[in-house]
């Protein structure tokens, strides 16, 4: 089994969702500290003239210390008006009625906690583009670990739980993730080499590493997937 592990991200790059492309099963990992001003409550869309902005959602005041699955919206706040709001610099986008469409069925309902609402998202993103994974929240789990001692062991404890026989990262683990560990397990560390293909834009200049909402908004659906399977593992 292949096995990825990542925290909820509000509506993620795409190398986000190469994760389930190349994955078996997919475990939210919702327990770690919350970090400020993180990809857990924000991304970016484009801004016409070049360059990008955020789309975020508010949330009430974190203690330092508090977890993911804790951290609630503000929903004292429209945010859900001013994010369709904000998009609306997408609506000569060849595919803008689907991309609000997926949207709008999530944010019709209510959401107390962030968390919930990043996994609904990504869901439903995952369900548009027919990409039918085997999905855990790791706090529903009930699962049990060995001991962690170094950040890379998370991972590594929850694929031996799991009886994973890859596990699946993200590049930015490369720096610190120690492949030995996982080879004693018999467990192949890949990491994913996601290629930021450029496609058209509405922007004056191409951007990035946007938001998912980004390619969305561009590209039709095979296309996207097409996009997934250009992505390779190192």
Do not use: C
Not at 54 to 83: E, F
Not at 168 to 175: K, Y
């Amino acid at each position: 089994m292949r096995l990825a592990i990542m925290q909820p991200y509000f509506l993620p790059y795409i190398g986000y969702f190469s994760l389930f492309y190349h994955s078996d099963e997919f475990v939210f990992f919702d327990s770690p500290q919350y970090t400020k001003k993180s990809w857990y409550e924000r991304n970016r869309i484009i801004k016409i003239n070049g360059g990008s902005t955020y789309i975020k959602v508010p949330i009430d005041k974190v203690k330092i210390g508090t977890a993911i699955n804790d951290v609630k919206i503000n929903n004292s706040q429209d945010w859900k008006g001013k994010i369709f709001s904000q998009l609306n610099i997408y609506r000569k986008a060849p595919y803008y009625k689907e991309t609000i469409g997926i949207l709008d069925t999530v944010f019709k309902n209510e959401y107390e906690y962030l968390y919930l609402l990043n996994i609904d998202l990504i869901k439903a993103i995952l369900s548009y583009l027919e990409l039918d994974k085997k999905i855990h929240i790791y706090s529903n789990m009930d699962l049990e670990i060995d001991e962690v001692k170094e950040p890379d062991e998370w991972a590594l404890n929850i694929s031996k739980a799991m009886d994973a026989k890859v596990y699946i990262n993200s590049p930015g683990g490369a720096s610190f993730f120690d492949k030995e560990k996982y080879n004693n397990e018999n467990i192949d560390l890949k990491f994913i080499d996601q290629d930021l293909k450029e496609y058209k834009q509405l922007a004056e200049k191409f951007e990035p590493g946007l938001s998912i909402i980004d390619v969305l908004m561009h590209n039709d659906k095979h296309d996207i997937v097409s996009m997934l399977n250009s992505s390779k593992l190192i």
